[in-house]
């Protein structure tokens, strides 16, 4: 595949989640580039930049369940975005930017 266009499984790979749950779940993800035309491929410039900005959301807070959570520490939202960034990085290296 070229370095500009990713796959569903490389998509997948570069969210961390499982390639199943990806194409079940892509279109709930708020913002996420829409597929290149003719199918399951997607610009790795634009996936890359969606990563990139999900750093700067505000809802780092772990998601609400019957149980009570602990709270979500300051390094702990800091270490979150840094991932998110480099997960960003690592996808723009791989379309040779």
Known sequence: MSDLV???AEV???LK???????????????F?????GGRTWSRAQVAA???GQSDRSDDAPAQTAQPTQ???????AERRRERRERAKQLAIGAGA
């Open 50 to 52: 969606w990563i990139a």
């Open 17 to 31: 989640l499982s390639v199943a749950y990806f194409r079940k779940r892509r279109r709930k993800l708020a913002g």
């Open 33 to 37: 580039p829409a597929p290149l035309p």
């Open 71 to 77: 709270p979500v520490q300051p390094d702990q939202v």
């Open 12 to 14: 997948a790979a570069g």
């Open 6 to 8: 990713m796959t569903t």
